[in-house]
């Protein structure tokens, strides 16, 4: 890679090395980190945005300020970078999934753009299941379970209760096509974006036109597909804002769920990567599309020839929060002012209590839920309740409840083959006692990584694929090493396991009472 870029005194460094500045835009911020091809990271910055929530079930955002975040870390990365006598190679993105907003004529938003956690198209998606072959085929043919989490339920919630914003739009936008078109002046989509909107067809890798028709659209209104290693020279115009090269490559990139599993080394068949941060995943590398007949896994595009099966749960450390916050009271400054993280107080709490919380179970719906249910109108609970329970039970109740929703993400990615090798990433690696009760509740070993980069890394891999650095994504399976591995303890194992059961009797037992109760709710 013998370009030299003269601009701002970005020269070549002596050791010859390419460095790519990984793009990760995420819910409520972006970062955006440099690497070399080895992994290592060379200069990093971050910006953060609000989540706009003007309604009940809307969860909403700019996606003018989250592009103007986009341009201030990369400016930002790309300064350091030439103080640091670093050639920068070009930019990679990955974007958080299934954002949509309706563009007009110049693409440009006619709203703020709907983010994953908008449900407000949750009565649109209980039409829908009126009719289970018509689900299961759209479900069979995206690799996408109907859910309100979809762009497709939220382009029909717009033409179906704003007819007149629907009728301006001319274009079907995303988060990834809106971030790359005001980058490169080129407005495509990237396969791993287009899989994860319900509206493309895995099998002929395009556009699926009943389903389109379905939303009351057509191809015209969507941004042609490319691949996740896709180039394209930035614009004369994004180059003066930001200060870089004209013509620098940008790299369309994926979506951070699948990109994470090759931040962790995760990236081989029957190896999956298990994630909890706010949220929670488990994702399984494949060859191919993989569809579950039971519709309780989501399938997406990673790179052409490889696919991720899992599923997402929407409640992970959002209610670990919300029991710190509404619980123990520990917000605020007075444990700040002493110098004590209240997650490592909650854990050494929770250490005292025996596994199974002395039979309190926590159901962690608070959100309602995707995987494997797709159900936005579940809602959480506490069930088993004594007088002998205490602050402490609570407290591992959540962390138990989150990994048996994730358990149940397990028990469908089984079905797809053996697994091999379980990957472990997010804020929850923090604490020692959670990863022991995740390896428990799975029943399964689950190893740490000694180098968790995240999707970051993840789009500076497709960067170093597009130029030609790296071969494939299983080259980078050598970077990343086991820092510890948990193994399950077999007495806390057969708990859970007798727990888990009692679990799912909950869920399959209390659907009406759900219903009603979140419609309730809704009415106050």
Request: proline fraction near 4%.
């Amino acid at each position: 890679h013998e370009r030299r870029y003269e601009l701002m005194g970005m020269t070549m460094d002596s050791q010859n090395q390419e460095v790519w500045i990984g793009v990760d835009v995420g819910t409520t911020g972006v970062r955006a980190i440099a690497y070399t091809a080895e992994g290592v990271s060379v200069s990093s910055s971050e910006a953060f945005y609000p989540l706009l929530t003007p309604h009940p079930d809307w969860a909403e955002e700019s996606a003018l300020q989250i592009y103007e975040a986009v341009e201030e870390v990369v400016k930002k990365t790309a300064a350091q970078l030439r103080y640091k006598n670093k050639e920068l190679s070009g930019i990679a993105l990955s974007t958080v999934m299934h954002s949509f907003a309706g563009l007009d004529e110049n693409k440009e938003p006619l709203m703020d753009m709907q983010t994953w956690a908008d449900s407000r198209s949750a009565g649109i998606v209980r039409d829908m299941k009126k009719d289970p072959d018509l689900c299961r085929k759209f479900y069979e043919r995206t690799g996408c379970p109907i859910h309100a989490s979809y762009p497709l339920a939220k382009i029909i919630w717009l033409k179906t209760y704003q007819p007149d914003l629907f009728g301006q739009m001319k274009y079907v936008g995303s988060l990834k096509d809106y971030i790359f078109y005001n980058l490169t002046g080129e407005w495509v989509i990237d396969k791993s974006t287009a899989s994860t909107s319900g509206m493309y067809n895995e099998r002929t890798l395009s556009w699926d036109d009943e389903i389109l028709a379905y939303a009351g659209i057509s191809k015209e209104y969507m941004p042609p597909v490319v691949s996740t290693t896709y180039s394209h020279a930035l614009s004369d115009v994004a180059a003066a804002k930001l200060g870089l090269p004209k013509g620098l490559p940008v790299v369309i990139g994926a979506t951070d769920g699948v990109l994470v599993n090759v931040g962790i080394g995760a990236v081989n068949p029957g190896q999956l990567s298990c994630t909890i941060g706010t949220s929670g995943a488990l994702r399984m590398l494949t060859k191919e599309p993989k569809t579950d007949p039971k519709m309780r896994t989501w399938c997406y595009n990673l790179v052409d020839d490889v696919w991720v099966a899992g599923g997402a749960i929407n409640n992970g450390g959002m209610i670990l929060r919300w029991v710190r916050d509404k619980i123990c009271h520990y917000g605020g400054n007075t444990l700040e002012s002493l110098d004590i993280d209240p997650y490592d107080l909650m854990t050494m709490k929770a250490e005292h209590v025996e596994a199974g919380a002395d039979g309190l179970i926590c159901l962690p719906h608070f959100t309602g839920e995707r995987a494997p249910y797709w159900n936005s109108e579940l809602r959480g609970m506490f069930f088993g309740f004594s007088l002998n329970h205490s602050r402490s039970h609570m407290i591992r109740a959540v962390m138990e409840g989150i990994c048996y929703c994730l358990n149940s993400v397990m028990v469908a990615l089984k079905e797809f083959g053996p697994v091999e090798d379980i990957r472990v990433s997010g804020s929850f690696t923090k604490s020692q006692l959670w990863l022991q009760i995740l390896s428990d509740v799975l029943n399964e070993p689950i190893t740490l990584p000694d180098n968790s980069e995240g999707a970051a890394f993840g789009a500076a891999v497709l960067g170093f694929i597009s130029s030609g650095k790296l071969k494939s994504i299983a080259d980078t399976a050598e970077l990343v090493h086991a820092k510890k591995v948990y193994t399950p303890q077999a007495g806390n194992a057969e708990t859970y396991k007798e727990l888990y059961s009692i679990f799912e009797q909950l869920y399959d037992n209390l659907l009406p009472q759900f219903t009603a109760i979140t419609a309730y709710q809704k009415k106050l």
